[in-house]
């Protein structure tokens, strides 16, 4: 395990921590930006549901990875100061809101994974890791529900529906394997009984994600997984192109005010 | 109109130990996604700990009119009240 | 009871009685036709208003400057659709479907309050709008709790309870960019200086010139005159401004002591007119961006309901093998 510079830090911990919240923070930021432009009014109500639970998982998982990391930096720095590169969330969070479809295979996806991340996660050897996902754990639950439900209607629902279902498992499905790849920075959190493995969520996800297709009447997409440049990902903050804008709408104004509280 | 998703009506109850009271309605596909919008919409501020979701057109109600034959006759039912009875002085727990 | 009552009052009557006994009137009651078409009218405007009006804040939301106020704005923008939807729920009691009042805010054939089709160009109009817009509107919104509606004045009683937070989270916003950097305050006060007058129009105009006001109170859906609720308004606003370190932009604002209220300018009801009439910075963009959603989100509302129907025919084939 690698430790950081000062009293109280811990470089591997922060590390992995910064994964987890890039992973949260984006995945939010991509729901929110869909309120306002649900299919029906109720669900916009539930987008912003989903897109508050989110956020609110993201921010004091940055703030502690700020706080292990020792160099001052808290949740908005973190967010709003670091480049693209310096991101660490993998690629299928970023992946942008097509139609609702694509919003909805995202979701499926993902909150299938941090469903279970967080299941194991509340045994953390990090106190505020193990709070943090011990409440998680319970709105991933809901999370799924509603991704599984709305992955249910669209693949059963009509002709129309169940295409654009299918073409959106399809876009977001070479992005699955990023979750489960373990790269140094969480291989030493796991080894350390502050992370998990995510190798091992994988057979309770696709039992999760296999479950929710079959009642769908949806295949699973024979697709390989998308190996970014020399093998590298979101976790190494090599992202998808659509990710500069996103970062761009979301941190202009902190970034035009230097210094500024708000 | 017939194309549109149909109309709930949503119930909560509070906290244990109230019954479900009527909050409001919503549309819907079907009952499990009335019962989660009616989770998103009706208990964001934990309003709640349990929620029913009815199918507004399978509401049977009075008619405003009837008023007088359904609730008029229990006007002067004044026996029913515990206030009706005379009880001597002295006498608790009654 | 007496067996000697008076002769059985029509139904007419009966309401008159309720309304002037200060009872509510619940959905199945007799009312008059002009009674429900003039709730129809404010309570689909009101809703139509909660839905357009989360998009000049919503505008924000992927922009937000921290991630505290990030997460508020949601909530905020949430609760707007929410309150839509209360208020929708309360017309559908009077016969009207929801679906049908979109269609007619998508046709522009009901209005939504012209407030909404002023811009929000920068991270200080969130303030403002939460300020003066939201606190204007609860002003409006107070005594619509004793509408004599039942379903109407019961989603306002919701619909103010869980506002308070709104109009705080804009004067906070504001406070704080007062105390900020002088760019940050000057935006402040640019924000405030454009939302002042739109803000006094939301009352709607003066009552010399108030087309329905006064068949609304006689039937208690209105309790105060758009003027009262205007002076109301200008009165607690005078005072939060100064508190702010911010000005509004009135020369005439002053504190009058004969009458004990502030007097303030002439609204200029010709602008008021012409945002009504769909002439507003941005009419046309809040319209199209509802009409979008809906358009974009029908294959979907379909889908729904295809597999809805495809459940209920399984089910119904099961119960039929059993």
Redesign the interface.
């Known amino acids: 395990m690698t430790t950081g510079t000062g009293p109280g830090t811990d470089a591997a911990t922060a590390g992995y921590l910064l994964r987890l919240g890039d992973d949260a923070l984006i995945a939010g930021h991509r729901m929110a930006e869909v309120v306002t432009r649900a299919p029906q009014l109720e669900e916009d109500v539930a987008l912003a549901n989903i897109a508050l639970d989110l956020l609110g998982q993201a921010r004091p998982l940055l703030t502690r990875a700020g706080e292990l990391e020792g160099e001052g930096r808290d949740e908005d720095t973190l967010a709003y100061l670091r480049d693209e590169p310096e991101f660490r969330n993998c690629l299928l969070v970023e992946l942008p809101n097509t139609d609702f479809a694509h919003t909805i295979a995202r979701h499926l996806l993902f909150s299938c994974y941090a469903r279970e991340l967080y299941a194991a996660l509340a045994a953390s050897t990090d106190d505020v890791l193990a709070g943090v996902a011990g409440k998680a754990v319970k709105e991933l639950d809901y999370h799924r529900d509603h991704a599984a439900q709305w992955t249910v209607r669209l693949g059963d629902g009509t002709e129309e529906s169940a295409a654009r279902m299918a073409a959106a498992l399809d876009a977001a499905w070479p992005h699955v394997d990023e979750m489960f790849t373990a790269d140094p920075v969480i291989s030493a959190a796991a080894a350390s009984g502050a992370g998990v493995d995510p190798a091992g969520l994988r057979p309770a996800w696709d039992s999760a994600v296999d479950a929710v297709l079959a009642e769908a009447g949806l295949h699973r997409p024979d697709l390989p997984p998308q190996a970014g440049p020399g093998g590298r990902g979101g976790r190494h903050g090599l992202h998808t192109q659509s990710f500069g804008f996103l970062l761009a709408e979301m941190q202009h104004v902190h970034r035009s005010h230097p210094g500024a509280a708000w | ?1 017939s ?3 149909p ?1 709930w009506e949503v119930f909560v109850r509070a906290r244990r130990g109230l019954s479900h009271t009527h ?8 009952a ?2 009335a019962l ?2 009616a989770r ?2 009706y208990t ?2 934990q309003e709640g700990v349990s929620v029913w979701v009815v199918p507004a057109a399978a509401i049977t ?1 009075s ?3 009837d008023k ?1 034959s359904f609730f ?1 006759p229990a ?2 039912k004044v026996y029913r009240h515990p206030t009706f009875y005379e009880v001597p002085e002295g006498v608790d727990h009654l | 009871m007496t067996l000697t009552g008076t002769a059985p009052a029509g139904p007419r009557q009966r309401f008159d009685a309720m309304i002037s006994g200060e009872e509510r009137i619940e959905p199945r009651d007799w009312m008059p036709d002009d009674y429900r078409a003039t709730l129809i009218r404010q309570i689909a405007q009101h809703a139509h208003s909660e839905i357009i009006g989360m998009q000049p804040e919503g505008n924000w939301i992927t922009r937000a400057p921290s991630l505290k106020r990030k997460a508020v704005l949601i909530a905020k923008v949430q609760d707007e659709a929410g309150h839509g939807l209360y208020l929708y729920s309360a017309a559908e009691t009077l016969g009207v479907d929801r679906a049908e009042l979109l269609d007619l805010l998508h046709e522009g054939r009901q209005r939504y309050s012209s407030i909404f089709n002023y811009p929000t160009p920068t991270w200080a109009d969130v303030g403002a709008i939460g300020w003066l817009v939201d606190g204007a509107a609860i002003t409006n919104q107070v005594p619509l709790c004793r509408c004599s509606y039942g379903p109407y004045a019961r989603a306002m009683v919701r619909i103010c309870k869980e506002e308070s937070f709104h109009q705080r989270q804009g004067f906070e916003i504001l406070h704080v960019l007062a105390r900020g950097t002088p760019r940050q305050r000057a935006m402040a006060q640019d924000a405030v200086d454009r939302w002042y007058w739109p803000s006094l129009m939301m009352f709607g105009p003066p009552d010399s010139e108030s087309a329905h006001s006064g068949k609304s109170m006689a039937w208690r859906i209105k309790r105060y005159s758009n003027d009262d609720l205007r002076q109301r308004f200008v009165d607690i606003i005078a005072e939060q401004v100064r508190a702010l370190g911010l000005t509004l932009p009135d020369p005439d604002l002053a504190w009058n002591a004969e009458r004990g209220h502030y007097d303030f300018g002439a609204v200029d009801w010709a602008e008021f007119t012409a945002v009504l009439k769909g002439d507003g910075p941005c009419n046309r963009q809040r319209i199209e961006h509802r009409r979008a959603a809906h358009a974009d989100g029908a294959w979907v509302r379909e889908a729904a309901r295809a597999h809805a129907a495809k459940q209920a025919d399984r089910a119904a084939a099961r119960e039929a093998a059993r």
């Open positions: 109109m194309g549109e998703w109309l909050v409001g309605s919503l549309h819907a596909a079907d499990g996604h989660h919008n998103d919409l964001r501020r109600a008619a405003p009119e007088a008029d006007d002067d």
